[in-house]
């Protein structure tokens, strides 16, 4: 089975990882979440080769955590486990020092493999500055409650370059796909933090499962030149063609979904991925950057919306006008399918979602154009 040295940790690790921030859910949104099949696909997962399981205090409307220590039951130590200080979770001196310790807690565990300061940003980092953020996960890790030091970021390349400077970092963890190489950290970013010795972590492989999905309108391209794989094994194995990737994570929700990624998983080695298949990826991201409006992961750190609007169905709804050039499917699930509340038009541009969404999306404009888009659409 082939592992990949987690850089400067030393850790080795199967080259996918768990992520659990889209674990099974009990009917739509983000929770509640269904922690009997959310059992059944963690230990299938760990039964396959995977030893990393990620997840934050945020995750699943701040359930996730519990969650996953309760479902992991006597496995804990065959995995490497991690976990995040997101801002949200913290707004003082007081709330860093006792956040690991409750973690633990939630986790039923001694220790936390990888801790990572979640999603930081500018405005973030000055935050964490302040809460001396570091200095209390530094204390936990004297104190062997925490192994290795980390963060997670969706910023631009310029700054990245300057958090990998700003602390001795064990790790990172950046979004990285075939159509999101050129932003945030990006190829740029990756190949900096690789020559730094540090152990890189790629999020979003198939960017929010959107690059899995059957329906792609360029799905018969891919099926002409490898009818074998499906379009999350196209997605999966561009990013494992990359040396600098340790490990990849997937917020599998199905047992389906971790016996194929753990099967790309053993097979896609650095280098092994055709020349030719990379240049039609490139023409593919084209042709997709013409068409994609609103580019969300459909993470749903944008939510809960104060008004009630279901933000990332939104923009779903909007996407698809545009990737399917064709509006009827959207209209009827915007105006016969979705609950009235839910609806865009709700949207009173306050900008909370603003200023937590990873990918710096105009989510008010964009709220408004997809109702007049659909709904006036289907008024006609």
Request: aromatic residues 8%; negative net charge.
């Amino acid at each position: 089975m082939t592992h990949r040295v987690l850089g400067k940790t030393g850790c080795r690790v199967f080259p996918l990882g768990m992520g659990c921030m889209r674990l099974p859910v009990q009917g739509e949104g983000m929770s509640p979440v269904d922690e009997e099949l959310s059992r059944k696909v963690i230990h299938a997962a760990i039964d396959q080769g995977v030893n990393y399981l990620d997840t934050a205090p945020v995750y699943h409307d701040g359930t996730a955590e519990q969650v996953l220590g309760r479902v992991m039951g006597d496995r804990r130590d065959e995995v490497y486990l991690a976990t995040k200080m997101s801002r949200g979770a913290v707004s003082s001196r007081q709330d860093c020092r006792e956040l690991v310790d409750e973690q633990l807690r939630r986790l039923r565990t001694d220790r936390i493999d990888m801790y990572l300061l979640h999603n930081v940003k500018p405005d973030s980092w000055e935050d964490f500055q302040r809460f001396g953020a570091l200095d209390a996960i530094e204390r936990a890790r004297d104190q062997g409650k925490v192994v290795h030091v980390g963060f997670s970021s969706h910023a631009d390349t310029p700054f990245f370059r300057e958090l990998l400077d700003l602390h001795d970092w064990d790790f990172c963890q950046i979004q990285f796909n075939y159509l999101d190489n050129k932003i945030q950290a990006g190829e740029e970013g990756l190949k900096e933090a690789h020559s730094r010795g540090l152990g890189v972590i790629i999020m979003e492989p198939l960017k929010g499962g959107f690059l899995a999905r059957q329906d792609l309108f360029y799905r018969h391209k891919l099926q002409e030149e490898r009818p074998d794989w499906s379009p999350a094994e196209w997605g999966l194995r561009w990013v494992w063609d990359r040396p600098e990737v340790h490990l990849v994570l997937s917020g599998m929700n199905s047992l389906d979904q971790v016996t194929e990624n753990c099967r790309i998983a053993r097979d896609a080695l650095p280098g092994g991925f055709d020349p030719a298949h990379r240049r039609l990826l490139s023409d593919v991201k084209k042709e997709v950057s013409k068409r994609l409006k609103a580019p969300c992961s459909g993470c749903g750190y944008c939510m809960p919306c104060p008004q009630g609007v279901n933000i990332p169905r939104m923009l779903t709804l909007y996407n698809e006008v545009y990737l399917q050039g064709d509006a009827t499917w959207s209209k009827v699930m915007y105006n016969m399918c979705t609950e009235e509340g839910a609806l865009s038009k709700h949207c009173t541009a306050c900008g909370r979602c603003e200023g937590l969404c990873p990918q710096g999306l105009p989510i008010s404009k964009l709220m408004e154009e997809a109702h007049g888009l659909l709904f006036q659409a289907a008024d006609q």
